[in-house]
């Protein structure tokens, strides 16, 4: 079992930044591939961004390209995602996730899921 706790959200101004942390527990955080998800207000929950377990290849969703940046601290077990630029359209809860896989870009490929942090963007 892992377990995953989100920080860092809460309420910011358009164009202004966040960034959010995962720390995980329970097993060899290494192990893991990692993504961060986000499921807004009356939609489905969505890929934002994943990392591998190296951290040495990441995927972004086109709507946060050039904005988000997702990275990983093996030694402090911990998966961040810097938010840039943001719109209010990224008001969503945030959640992260891991997969036993090295890397993967589809939520039925996640294990662990962590309960998730808001971030409203709003002026």
């Known amino acids: 079992q892992v377990q995953l706790v989100e920080s860092g959200g809460g309420l910011v101004q358009p164009g202004g930044s966040l960034r959010l942390s995962c720390v995980a527990s329970g097993r060899t955080f290494s192990y893991y591939g990692m993504g961060w998800f986000r499921q807004a207000p009356g939609k489905a929950r969505d890929v934002v961004a994943v990392i591998s377990r190296s951290g040495g290849m990441t995927y972004y969703a086109d709507s946060v390209k050039g904005r988000f940046t997702i990275s990983r601290d093996n030694a402090k077990d911990t998966v961040y995602l810097q938010m840039n630029s943001l719109k209010p359209e990224d008001t969503a809860v945030y959640s992260c996730?891991?997969?036993?896989?090295?890397?993967?870009?589809?939520?039925?490929?996640?294990?662990?899921w962590g309960q998730g942090t808001q971030v409203a963007v709003s002026s």
């Open positions: 996730a891991a997969t036993k896989s090295t890397y993967g870009t589809r939520l039925i490929e996640y294990d662990y």
